[in-house]
């Protein structure tokens, strides 16, 4: 499928894909993928950051390749690393057949039969359905050395092995970048991409949201649970619910025939929606009863 040529039309294949974007979103979506920039996004856990990337490579028909990253994250395990046994069993077998050319077999057994492609390098090859979706998910977690590697990817989209040279991709992919905000990430990997906050949805569009995703839902049940979790994002918590929780809730509510919230199986579900101990004590009881007062008598 090709790119959308406008900004409506970004919000029309995000829609498609059961994302229900506001026109911020859209719109930055819309230049990364014009422009052909990186796009980095921010916000907290749950909000939807990820789900954008799968989106995109649902509704576009693209590859979705995943960089899941993590504390130690080195080159090995994202981009490359050579199949030593391999390298060394043809060493051995050259060797027994005389073959002692040392340049030679340097370069037979540095050359891609023997080469094992982590995501960044399976993201730079071509691919007959277009350029892949790369999403590197949550960088935050990893260091700044790894975010230093990351320049040449995000600028020029290739990387460099010192044993075969820079491999380039024909087409760059398209790129998602998210973060959790954990730490700050460095300005010289910002500066290489278009930036977008996503923050928790307003009601409204929660409930678009919650009605795209969970459809079996009674109507009423889902007015109130989205009343319900833009309430309690007020309070003081440890970790507010996200979208991802908002859902899960509903699913979870669906699940015991629930038509509406009432006190006892709020308390009874909160564990699904708060994931923090001290949270849940804090909501439980009077709390939650006194928010859905609230909303029946607002």
Not at 44 to 65: D, F, M, P, Q, Y
Not at 78 to 93: D, P, T
Not at 113 to 124: E, N, S, T
Not at 262 to 287: E, H, R
């Amino acid at each position: 499928m090709t790119l959308p040529a406008s900004i409506d039309d970004t919000v029309k294949l995000l829609s498609s894909g059961g994302y229900v974007a506001d026109r911020a979103l859209s719109t930055v979506v819309f230049l990364a993928l014009r422009m052909g920039r990186p796009l980095l996004l921010e916000g907290e856990a749950g909000v939807g950051k990820t789900e954008i990337a799968k989106v995109l490579a649902k509704t576009l028909g693209r590859k979705l390749i995943r960089l899941q990253c993590y504390e130690g994250l080195d080159v090995s395990s994202a981009v490359y690393e050579w199949n030593y046994a391999a390298q060394m069993m043809a060493i051995r077998l050259a060797e027994a057949e005389g073959a002692v050319d040392r340049t030679r077999l340097e370069h037979d057994v540095f050359s891609e039969r023997y080469l094992v492609k982590r995501p960044l390098l399976q993201a730079l090859e071509p691919d007959t359905a277009g350029a892949p979706i790369l999403l590197i998910d949550e960088l935050d977690r990893t260091d700044e050395a790894f975010e230093a590697f990351l320049l040449e990817v995000l600028s020029d989209a290739q990387v460099t092995i010192p044993e075969l040279g820079t491999i380039k991709a024909q087409e760059p992919p398209i790129v998602i970048v998210t973060s959790n905000r954990t730490r700050e990430i460095h300005d010289a990997l910002k500066r290489r991409c278009l930036y977008h906050w996503v923050d928790y949805p307003d009601a409204e569009r929660e409930l678009a949201i919650l009605r795209a995703k969970a459809p079996d839902a009674p109507a009423k049940l889902s007015a109130e649970i989205v009343a319900f979790v833009q309430a309690i994002r007020k309070e003081e918590l440890f970790k507010a619910p996200g979208v991802a929780e908002t859902l899960d809730w509903a699913s979870a509510l669906v699940e015991l025939d629930a038509v509406a919230l009432d006190p006892a199986v709020v308390s009874d579900t909160l564990g699904v929606l708060l994931k923090y101990q001290d949270d849940i004590q804090k909501m439980q009881g009077a709390p939650a009863k006194k928010i859905l007062d609230e909303i029946r008598a607002g």
